[in-house]
Each structure stands twice: as structure tokens, then as C-alpha cells.
């Protein structure tokens, strides 16, 4: 490979883990009471109104659900606590993203898997080609053309 | 011969697809909000209730130990609840001298001026909450709408729980499963 692709590669690489660093790195501090009532509350469904979550809507089970989660907050819940709570009372289906164990699992880990053996299986075509021998005209090919070419220009027009 | 590897990498993923497949088929074949059919609070101990009725008086579970107690969650503005006020009026009727079942009407997102003027205009005239104790059993007993009845054990355990509108037999049976479980 020259040293010119594999800068290429190289640079491609590097801006994947950048990108990916930039995306999945938590954010820096705590984040505050309001902050995580907002994060929960979105994950939660708002149980009178179809496809919308807690933190989006106005019904007053909405607000209420709202300052049950700040209150448990101030208590010193966890995050999964309140999750939880709110799973025990309502079943799973209170939750707008799938859980990330049992049966839920498997929303998570599938695109992974399919992406990684995708990525694989690129790379693995990528060298694949890179391995065939570039076609280079011999001078017999370059003669054969040059004899087609010039039937064709001797022949006249249909 | 030799295998190529793509085969083996489209074989892997056409099996990781049809797995995915079939997952999600078996969880679409259940209606995905299934549990929201039926009340997990069955079988468990009633959540704590606190209310001040429209009359002023305060109404708490602790108070209510030893009674069973049919909690109804309903508003002025919801049709389904218009259509078994008949049926929680002619059971309240002939139950209203009982000692040991309370029928209690908690509203659920309304204001306090629409559901002081239903009941008067309706003849509620058994306990109705009016004050944000009411919102606070809205979400403890997980309620998804109106109107929702839950009848809680004179021992404090949730016994029976309809989702949608009550008819004077169900509330004959709520009843009946108190009185049994004493």
C-alpha cells in the first residue's frame, strides 16, 4: 500500500475515534437536579398521550410525574431507582427507550454486531481488491485497438 | 475447494437478521403496551392515600384500616366516566349505610371548581378528594386514564382493579373481595 493511502486510512481512522470520542464522552460535573429530572422525564412515556414522553408533555400526570422524580432526586435516589419505580408501577412499556438487559438487550447489541461484521467484511473486500494485479494494456492489446479503430473509421456510416 | 470468507460473513449476518427477526416477531405478536390492561398493584400493598374531601374533611388509608375501600378515578370531562356515574350512584345508594366499604371519587386532571360543581350537580355524595392528594394516588396507583376503580382489602392490599368504566356487579364483587379478604 503507498504511503499516501495509508495516510488516508490512517486519517479516516483517527476521525472515527474522534467522532466517536466527541459523541459518547460524558459530560463533565454533576449535572444538576433540574438536569437529571429533564434526562429521566424524557425517558419516561407520558401515559395520557400517545408517543410523546414526560418531559414533552403538559398533562397533569405529566407534571406530576415530574415532581415525583425531582422529589426522589432530593432524596437521593439513583437514576435506576427512579427508573425502577416507574417500570414496577407501570410495566416496561413506561420506558421510551428499550431496557439494556434481558430481551432488551438484543435492541442494543444486534446493530453493533451487524456493523462490526459489516466493517469487517469491508475490510476485507477493500484488501481483496487491493490484491488483484492492476490490468495494464500490452503493446499487442494497444495494436489490436488500434487495428478496431481503424476498421471502424474505414467503414462507412449506416 | 476453499470457502470464501464473504460467504461466511453474509451467512453471519443473514443469521443475526433472522434472529432479529424473529425476536421482534415474538414482541410484536403481544401488544407491546399489553401491561397497561391490567393494574401491577394487584396483590400488593395499596399505596397511601391523603386527601381533604369536598366536604373539607381529610380522608387517609390509615384512617380507612379495617374497611375496604373502592377508590374511583374519574373527571368531569371524560365521557367513560359519565357513563358509569349511573351505576356508582345506584351501588352508593344502597350501600351508603355500610360501616365496613368506603366508595371514594379522586379526580384525575381536572380543576377543583369543574369537579366541585359535577358533584353537586351529579349527587356525588360520597367522599370526593379535591386537593393534591389526589394527584399524588393518580400516580401511585399507576392510573393511565379515566376512569380507573381499585378496591384495596380492609388489611391494605389491593384486591381488584378495573381499568374503563365499573357496572353496580363489579362493585358488588370489589365489595364482596373486601369482605372476604377481612
Known amino acids: 500500500m503507498s504511503t499516501g493511502r495509508k495516510l488516508v486510512w490512517v486519517g479516516l481512522a483517527v476521525l472515527a475515534v474522534l467522532v466517536l470520542a466527541v459523541a459518547l464522552w460524558p459530560s463533565s460535573g454533576t449535572p444538576t437536579v433540574r438536569a437529571r429530572t429533564r434526562s429521566l422525564a424524557s425517558e419516561l412515556r407520558c401515559v395520557d398521550c400517545e408517543g410523546l414522553s414526560v418531559a414533552e408533555s403538559s398533562t397533569a400526570s405529566a407534571r406530576q410525574t415530574r415532581r415525583d422524580i425531582e422529589a426522589r432526586i432530593r432524596r437521593g435516589q439513583s437514576d435506576q431507582d427512579i427508573r425502577q419505580v416507574y417500570v414496577d408501577r407501570f410495566g416496561e412499556s413506561i420506558l421510551l427507550k428499550p431496557s439494556s438487559s434481558g430481551i432488551g438487550v438484543i435492541v442494543w447489541a444486534l446493530p453493533v454486531i451487524v456493523l462490526v461484521v459489516g466493517a469487517g467484511g469491508l475490510v476485507l473486500a477493500l484488501r481483496r481488491w487491493g490484491r488483484q494485479p492492476r490490468l495494464v494494456a500490452t503493446d499487442a492489446d494497444e495494436a489490436l485497438v488500434a487495428q478496431a479503430r481503424a476498421r471502424e473509421g474505414s467503414e462507412p456510416d449506416a | ?182
Not at chain 2, 389526589?134 to 393511565?144: C, F, N, Q, V
Request: hydrophobic residues 45%; charged residues 20%; neutral net charge.
Open chain 2, 1 to 182: 475447494m476453499k470457502q470464501h470468507p464473504f460467504r461466511w460473513i453474509a451467512l453471519a449476518v443473514g443469521i443475526a437478521v433472522a434472529a432479529f427477526a424473529v425476536v421482534l416477531a415474538v414482541n410484536v405478536s403481544t401488544d407491546p403496551r399489553a401491561d397497561s390492561n391490567s393494574s401491577r398493584l394487584l396483590g400488593k400493598a395499596a399505596p397511601p392515600f391523603s386527601f381533604t374531601d369536598l366536604a373539607g374533611k381529610k380522608v387517609t388509608s390509615a384512617d380507612l384500616v379495617g374497611k375496604t375501600v373502592i377508590l374511583n378515578f374519574w373527571n368531569s370531562w371524560c365521557a367513560p366516566c359519565r357513563d358509569e356515574l349511573p351505576a356508582l350512584q345506584r351501588w352508593y345508594s344502597t350501600h351508603r349505610d355500610d360501616t365496613d366499604v368506603v366508595l371514594i371519587g379522586v379526580p384525575r386532571d381536572d380543576t377543583s371548581g369543574a369537579i366541585r360543581a359535577a358533584a353537586r350537580q351529579d349527587k356525588m355524595d360520597w367522599a370526593v378528594a379535591n386537593d393534591h392528594g389526589a394527584e399524588a394516588a393518580t400516580l401511585d396507583y399507576a392510573t393511565r386514564g379515566q376512569p380507573e376503580t381499585f378496591a384495596i382489602s380492609p388489611n391494605g392490599v389491593v384486591i381488584a382493579a378495573q381499568i374503563g368504566p365499573v357496572n353496580v356487579s363489579t362493585l358488588d364483587k370489589m365489595a364482596a373481595y373486601g369482605r372476604r379478604a377481612a
